[in-house]
Nanobody, 128 residues
């Protein structure tokens, strides 16, 4: 049984930092990859960042580029999201997602239907 369990969320002041983690059990997505999405109150879930498991190619959405960094630890089958310079608009539930299907490098999966497994989410709240 595949399980994705997020941790590391919490409350932080504007300009602060947090590091999210997602522990994966039951499977290794060596042909696909993983991603972070987020859902703010009253909004649809949106893409934050993705990483191709083989090769570690990283992709970040424009609104987090330069502030957030996605990474993976292949030895521990764990996904991370390092977040710096947090803004109030970063407040959301953050979800990790895993893609089992082959990921062509030139086609970054940014839609939630392109991922096969999801974690339960972790709340990030940024306040001034």
């Amino acid at each position: 049984q595949v399980q994705l369990v997020e941790s590391g969320g919490g409350s932080v002041q504007t300009g602060g930092s947090l590091r999210l983690s997602c522990a994966v059990s039951g499977r290794t997505f060596s042909n696909g990859g993983m991603a972070w999405f987020r859902q703010a109150p009253g909004k649809e879930r949106s893409f934050v960042a993705a990483i191709r498991w083989r090769g570690g190619n990283m992709f970040h959405s424009d609104n987090v580029k330069g502030r957030f960094t996605i990474s993976r630890d292949t030895s521990k089958n764990t996904l991370h999201l390092q977040m710096h310079a947090l803004k109030s608009e970063d407040t959301a539930i953050y979800y990790c997602a895993a893609r089992d299907r082959y990921w062509i490098l030139s086609n970054v999966p940014t839609a939630d239907y392109e991922y096969d497994y999801w974690g339960q989410g972790t709340q990030v709240t940024v306040s001034s």
